[in-house]
């Protein structure tokens, strides 16, 4: 793993600390055991995240496959090297980190019948700030 300090403009936002990560790399004589999904597909994942210096906050995640991935020994789903997510927050009304962009590019199969090819953005606007009272009666 290693890390290094962003400038304002590589951040898009604010001075930030990227952190990049390959997949754990160990010796050929020593196997590796995961016991969950998702143990499984982090040894085959390299990824970049940027966190904001001043509130300690993940602004950004870049992530890619770099082997195929099967669940199921390769029936249930197969996803194919190269796919990635990104995923991005911003800062709203100077308060709470929310999310602003979401990517996911991704091919393989489903059930080793129907080829997918997917390639979804999905964009976080339009947030608002409600306020509410309440008032808490007690009866004894």
Not at 75 to 103: C, M, S, Y
Request: charged content about 30%.
């Amino acid at each position: 793993m290693s890390y290094s300090r962003c400038s304002r403009s590589a951040c898009w936002v604010e001075k930030c600390w990227r952190v990049s990560s390959d997949p754990l790399r160990v010796h050929a004589s020593f196997r590796l055991q995961t016991r969950t999904d998702e143990g499984k597909i982090l040894k085959k994942v390299a990824g970049r995240a940027w966190i904001s210096e001043g509130d300690h906050e993940v602004i950004r995640i870049e992530a890619k496959l770099l082997e195929n991935f099967g669940l199921g020994g390769g029936i249930l789903v197969r996803l194919n090297k190269g796919a990635t997510i990104t995923f991005q927050r911003r800062k709203v009304n100077d308060e709470i980190w929310l999310p602003a962009e979401a990517h996911f590019t991704v091919t393989g199969r489903l059930l080793m019948l129907k080829g997918v090819c997917v390639d979804v953005t999905g964009e976080f606007t339009d947030y608002r700030k409600f306020t509410v009272e309440t008032n808490v009666i007690i009866r004894r």
